[in-house]
């Protein structure tokens, strides 16, 4: 156990993070870089854009508030230290996606009427039952809501949005490789730190178990809203065929997301994360549970 | 996933040896960033002395060629791994300690 907790340290995080991987970027990208035109042009693909950047901005405080609630739960002092180094880059993501809107045209007194315009219901009630055990000071089964079920829907979703954005739109794809980085490190601490914990609390299980699930499900309907009433994928193709945008490919997951409807996305992403679950939860003696389907 | 029935882990016999430079992987501290690779997806392949993180999904990168039973660290992930043979396909993985 010393050596597990002897890695979280802000030493190896200051060298990884900041000096490594976030060394030169502003915001997340190189400087410079800016948004493609054609998010501006087309007032379609602006209005996804901005409603999808809110979830991000929706999750990463959720994500915010769970890991620095953690901090004063926490057992001992290495996991404090890691937490408070995940809740520096849980605040980076809240600022680095929050900026995207601005660059995006969202003026700043706008900022919280827009959040309340496009956030998703459903992402709202999965960061509630989240929060709810992060207020309870349920150090456990904060970690595992947040470093496995939120960081491994996260870890997820950003390698889809980045396989997604790679040729369209370098400056966004730059910032999502460096949280992708970050969430490395998260769901390493889910599982390197709650698996010892479990054991020696067997009792929680059953509770975090029914955690998972509500999460689980709250996620999907977040993936159904976003991927079913979702119309950029449909004008991308449209430009395309138009020959306005050249046709690109984005392979993820051994399919080409490109080329599939909305609803095979998404069944594509809620597959992936669901196995994901199973996996991180098995590996901390988690017994996975299916969750009903939107 | 495990060690195949009878399986010796002759860690006397020789082992190929790699010298390992930067690809450009800049997650961790800088002495430490050769021994370690962006997974590149589908078409990407393992060499012998690399192998999976099955947490975090980084190539994990050995200065020689990797054996069942070696003892490998994910630093990007903080992960302690293990090295098996998955009996399914008989190719060496990864898998974690917790």
């Known amino acids: 156990m010393a050596d597990v907790l002897s890695a979280y340290s ?3 995080w200051l060298e990884s993070c900041p000096q490594g991987y976030l060394e030169h970027t502003e915001y997340g990208h190189a400087p410079g870089e800016r948004e493609p035109e054609l998010l501006f042009d087309n007032p379609v693909l602006h209005a996804e854009t901005i409603r999808t950047t809110v979830q991000l901005v ?43 809107l601005y660059d995006l045209g969202v003026k700043r007194e706008h900022l919280e009427s827009t959040i309340q315009h496009y956030a998703n219901p459903n992402l709202v009630k999965f960061a509630e039952v989240l929060l709810e055990k992060v207020d309870r000071k349920d150090f456990i089964a904060g970690v595992v809501g947040q470093n496995i079920v939120l960081e491994g829907m996260a870890f997820s ?40 914990l479990i054991r020696q609390h067997p009792e929680k299980k059953a509770a975090i178990e029914r955690m998972q699930k509500e999460m689980s499900y709250y996620m999907l309907a977040t993936f159904a809203d976003a991927f079913r009433h979702n119309a950029a994928a449909a004008e991308y193709k449209r430009l395309e065929q138009a020959s306005v945008i050249d046709e690109h490919h984005a392979r993820w997951q051994g399919v080409d997301l490109a080329e599939m409807e909305p609803e095979a996305m998404e069944q594509v992403l809620a597959n992936t994360v669901l196995k994901e679950f199973k996996i991180r939860l098995g590996r901390i003696g988690i017994d996975y549970q299916t969750p009903l389907r939107p | 996933m495990d060690l195949f029935e009878g399986e010796i882990i002759d860690r006397e016999a020789a082992r190929r040896h790699y010298v390992l430079d930067d690809t450009g992987f800049d997650e961790v501290p800088k002495k430490y960033r050769k021994f370690y690779r962006q997974w590149r997806g589908a078409g990407d392949s393992l060499a012998p002395n690399e192998v999976l993180c099955p947490v975090c999904r980084v190539v994990i990168r050995s200065s020689r060629e990797l054996r069942v039973g070696d003892r490998v660290y994910c630093m990007p992930c903080m992960s302690r791994l293990v090295i098996v043979r998955n009996a399914a396909t008989g190719t060496l993985e990864a898998r974690a300690e917790h």
Not at chain 1, 62 to 81: D, F, H, Q, T, V
Not at chain 1, 165 to 185: Q, V, Y
């Open chain 1, 157 to 196: 979703v950003f390698e889809m949005m980045h396989a997604l954005e790679a040729d369209l739109n370098p400056k966004f794809a730059h910032t999502l490789s460096g949280t992708i980085a970050d969430e490395r490190r998260h769901v390493g601490f889910g599982e390197n730190r709650i698996g010892a």
């Open chain 1, 10 to 12: 802000i030493q190896s």
């Open chain 1, 58 to 100: 929706l999750g990463e405080r959720c994500a915010l508030a769970a890991s620095s609630g953690l901090i004063n739960a926490a057992p001992e002092e290495a996991s404090k230290r890691f937490l408070a180094t995940q809740t520096l880059d849980e605040a980076r993501h809240v600022e680095i996606f929050t900026h995207r």
